[in-house]
């Protein structure tokens, strides 16, 4: 179990106002901001952080989605962060998420689904190596 876990709050809900309101739920919950950017990523920094999905019918959707507009990008702290923020956050598809999660409360499609959230301890850390430096991180 990690104590870490990385998220992105994407372009729908960056465009749309909700970045205020999403961190400071996450806040409440308990996590607490290790690193931060505000970030416009090219399709190439897309492509390559989904790389994972290559393969899967909807990963040009996807790219395309996730450099549409700004994100903020984060690495997250608290115990058991990688579950406890997956929760926090609710189901891939809004329609599967639970009532006052995240996605529930601002995801408009299986794909525009607000956030991001690491799935595995491994995972987290990789992503969060992907946007920021040792100097950026604290
Ligand atoms: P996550 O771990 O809950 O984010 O879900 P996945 O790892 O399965 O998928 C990664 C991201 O791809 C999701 O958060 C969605 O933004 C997007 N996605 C997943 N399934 C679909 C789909 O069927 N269509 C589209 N357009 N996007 C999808």
């Known amino acids: 179990m990690s104590n870490r876990t990385f998220t992105m709050i994407k372009p729908d809900a960056t465009s749309k106002g909700h970045t205020g309101a999403i961190l400071d ?27 994972v999905h290559k393969e899967r019918p909807f990963y040009g959707e996807l790219v395309e989605f996730m450099c549409s507009g700004p994100i903020v990008a984060a690495i997250l702290e608290k115990e058991n962060a990688v579950a406890d923020f997956r929760t926090l956050i609710g189901a891939t598809n809004f329609k599967d998420a639970a009532e006052g999660t995240i996605r529930k409360k601002y995801a408009t499609s299986i794909g525009e689904n607000a956030v991001h959230g690491s799935d595995s301890d491994e995972n987290a850390k990789i992503e969060g190596d992907f946007f920021f430096s040792g100097l950026e991180r604290f």
């Not at 806040?27 to 990523?41: D, E, P, R, Y």
Request: hydrophobic residues 50%; proline residues 0%.
């Open 25 to 51: 739920q996450i806040i409440k919950a308990g996590f607490s901001v290790k690193a931060m950017k505000w970030i416009h990523l090219t399709t190439a920094q897309a492509g390559e952080f989904y790389a």
